[in-house]
Protein backbone atom coordinates (compact mmCIF):
# COMPACT_ATOMS: atom_id res chain seq x y z
CA UNK A 1 0.00 0.00 0.00
CA UNK A 2 2.88 2.41 0.11
CA UNK A 3 3.89 2.42 -3.36
CA UNK A 4 0.15 3.30 -4.03
CA UNK A 5 0.29 5.93 -1.27
CA UNK A 6 3.47 7.48 -2.69
CA UNK A 7 2.04 7.36 -6.30
CA UNK A 8 -1.12 9.81 -4.94
CA UNK A 9 1.31 12.00 -3.10
CA UNK A 10 3.70 12.08 -6.37
CA UNK A 11 0.97 12.58 -8.59
CA UNK A 12 -0.74 15.52 -6.58
CA UNK A 13 1.93 17.39 -6.55
CA UNK A 14 3.11 17.34 -10.24
CA UNK A 15 -0.59 17.88 -11.31
CA UNK A 16 -0.74 20.40 -8.55
CA UNK A 17 -2.89 23.80 -10.36
CA UNK A 18 -3.72 21.44 -13.61
CA UNK A 19 -7.93 20.96 -13.50
CA UNK A 20 -9.95 18.59 -15.79
CA UNK A 21 -11.43 20.64 -18.55
CA UNK A 22 -14.86 19.29 -18.44
CA UNK A 23 -15.27 19.63 -14.64
CA UNK A 24 -12.89 21.91 -13.67
CA UNK A 25 -12.08 19.09 -10.96
CA UNK A 26 -8.96 19.48 -9.46
CA UNK A 27 -6.94 16.94 -12.41
CA UNK A 28 -5.06 14.44 -9.47
CA UNK A 29 -9.37 13.25 -9.46
CA UNK A 30 -8.58 11.36 -12.93
CA UNK A 31 -6.02 8.93 -11.71
CA UNK A 32 -7.50 8.43 -8.76
CA UNK A 33 -10.74 6.95 -10.64
CA UNK A 34 -8.83 5.32 -12.98
CA UNK A 35 -7.17 3.65 -10.53
CA UNK A 36 -10.20 2.92 -8.39
CA UNK A 37 -11.85 1.30 -11.59
CA UNK A 38 -9.03 -0.93 -12.13
CA UNK A 39 -8.27 -1.87 -8.46
CA UNK A 40 -12.42 -3.03 -8.33
CA UNK A 41 -12.44 -5.11 -10.76
CA UNK A 42 -8.67 -6.56 -11.66
CA UNK A 43 -7.02 -9.49 -9.73
CA UNK A 44 -3.15 -9.66 -10.10
CA UNK A 45 -0.30 -10.33 -7.96
CA UNK A 46 1.20 -6.96 -9.15
CA UNK A 47 -2.09 -4.79 -7.95
CA UNK A 48 -0.64 -2.65 -6.36
CA UNK A 49 1.86 -1.67 -9.23
CA UNK A 50 -0.94 -1.33 -11.91
CA UNK A 51 -2.83 0.75 -9.33
CA UNK A 52 0.37 3.03 -9.00
CA UNK A 53 0.81 2.96 -12.41
CA UNK A 54 -2.99 4.21 -12.99
CA UNK A 55 -2.16 6.90 -10.71
CA UNK A 56 0.64 8.16 -12.46
CA UNK A 57 -0.19 7.43 -16.19
CA UNK A 58 -0.32 11.21 -17.05
CA UNK A 59 2.73 12.42 -15.39
CA UNK A 60 4.93 11.65 -18.08
CA UNK A 61 2.43 13.52 -20.86
CA UNK A 62 1.03 16.47 -18.43
CA UNK A 63 4.25 17.25 -16.78
CA UNK A 64 7.94 17.67 -16.58
CA UNK A 65 8.36 14.37 -14.94
CA UNK A 66 10.96 11.97 -16.81
CA UNK A 67 10.94 7.88 -17.14
CA UNK A 68 14.01 8.04 -15.17
CA UNK A 69 12.50 9.46 -12.00
CA UNK A 70 9.05 7.37 -12.02
CA UNK A 71 12.03 4.22 -12.37
CA UNK A 72 14.12 5.32 -9.50
CA UNK A 73 11.30 5.55 -7.29
CA UNK A 74 8.41 3.75 -8.38
CA UNK A 75 10.54 0.74 -9.92
CA UNK A 76 11.08 -0.74 -13.47
CA UNK A 77 7.10 -2.21 -14.20
CA UNK A 78 5.47 0.62 -13.08
CA UNK A 79 7.50 3.46 -15.23
CA UNK A 80 7.46 1.25 -18.52
CA UNK A 81 3.87 1.15 -18.09
CA UNK A 82 3.44 5.13 -17.53
CA UNK A 83 5.41 5.40 -20.47
CA UNK A 84 3.37 2.39 -22.77
CA UNK A 85 0.64 5.29 -21.30
CA UNK A 86 2.16 8.11 -22.68
CA UNK A 87 1.19 9.94 -25.91
CA UNK A 88 3.69 11.02 -28.48
CA UNK A 89 2.27 14.51 -29.68
CA UNK A 90 4.51 14.47 -32.93
CA UNK A 91 2.70 11.13 -33.94
CA UNK A 92 -0.36 12.48 -32.37
CA UNK A 93 -0.18 15.58 -34.51
CA UNK A 94 1.01 12.83 -37.88
CA UNK A 95 -1.80 10.59 -38.09
CA UNK A 96 -4.77 11.96 -35.77
CA UNK A 97 -5.33 10.98 -32.03
CA UNK A 98 -7.50 8.45 -33.20
CA UNK A 99 -5.86 6.46 -35.60
CA UNK A 100 -2.90 6.96 -33.08
CA UNK A 101 -4.64 5.68 -30.33
CA UNK A 102 -5.95 2.33 -32.00
CA UNK A 103 -2.60 1.84 -33.20
CA UNK A 104 -0.98 2.18 -29.95
CA UNK A 105 -3.95 -0.04 -27.81
CA UNK A 106 -3.47 -2.77 -30.52
CA UNK A 107 0.47 -3.11 -29.45
CA UNK A 108 -0.03 -2.74 -25.25
CA UNK A 109 0.59 -4.88 -22.66
CA UNK A 110 -2.07 -6.75 -21.17
CA UNK A 111 -1.17 -4.30 -18.26
CA UNK A 112 -1.27 -1.38 -20.24
CA UNK A 113 -4.27 -2.00 -21.66
CA UNK A 114 -6.25 -2.60 -18.36
CA UNK A 115 -4.97 1.36 -17.45
CA UNK A 116 -5.73 2.97 -20.48
CA UNK A 117 -9.61 1.38 -20.87
CA UNK A 118 -10.15 2.04 -17.12
CA UNK A 119 -9.09 5.84 -18.46
CA UNK A 120 -11.88 5.81 -20.78
Request: hydrophobic residues 45%.
Amino acid sequence: MMLIYEAIKFADRRHKGQKRKATGLPYITHPIAVSYLLAQYKVSKRLEELVAACILHDVLEDTKTTHAQLARKFGALVASLVYELTNDPVQVAKVGKAAYQRAKMAGMSNYGLLCKLAGR
